[in-house]
């Protein structure tokens, strides 16, 4: 067996680790039946099949049909950033509102892009603050802080 589509193997790979991980969380709740589900009923089937849709696509990646790839080498000077970018918005979050709070993720994740400008990471973050506003806020009533401390006050 060779691999001729290693991000294919590896992505099916991926999806087996994540959904047998949830699987195994979703055991130790009440299963129920399909009748009557528990809280772990949905979760562990879910995780069950997204392990066999990355077996499926994992074993897709060993035939010979299609091109051949090799997984990029990773870039962590980007993937820092976009790290950092929400780490940074967990921190800020309470002390800066979810406003500020989100403006600093957009511009800050934005950072690790090649193609970064002012101009787009500011337009993008203004749009994303409006729908998020509108569906945390006041579409699902998310009890948290829209606007700084000390401008509520």
């Known amino acids: 067996m ?3 589509r290693q991000t294919d193997f590896l992505s099916g790979l991926m999806f087996i680790a994540v959904g047998l991980g949830f699987s195994f969380i979703a055991h130790g709740y009440t299963m129920g039946t399909a009748a009557r589900m528990g809280p772990g009923y949905f979760p562990f089937w879910l995780g ?3 392990a ?3 077996a499926a696509v994992a074993i897709g990646a060993t ?3 299609g091109d051949s790839d090799r997984v990029a080498r990773w870039d962590i000077k980007t993937l820092l950033w976009i ?3 929400v780490v940074l918005f967990g921190l800020v979050l309470k002390p800066l509102g979810m406003v500020l709070s989100v403006l ?3 511009v800050t994740s934005s950072m690790a892009s090649h193609e970064f400008t002012w101009k787009g990471a500011c337009a993008n973050a203004v ?3 409006i729908i998020s506003t509108v569906a945390f ?3 699902i009533n998310l009890q948290m802080p829209v606007w700084p401390a000390f401008l509520t006050n």
């Open 127 to 129: 749009v994303l603050v």
């Open 83 to 85: 790290l950092g970018s």
């Open 2 to 4: 060779q691999i001729r």
């Open 48 to 50: 069950i099949v997204l």
């Open 104 to 106: 600093v993720l957009v």
């Open 63 to 65: 035939s010979n049909k």
């Open 52 to 54: 066999l849709l990355g």
């Open 137 to 139: 806020v006041y579409g």
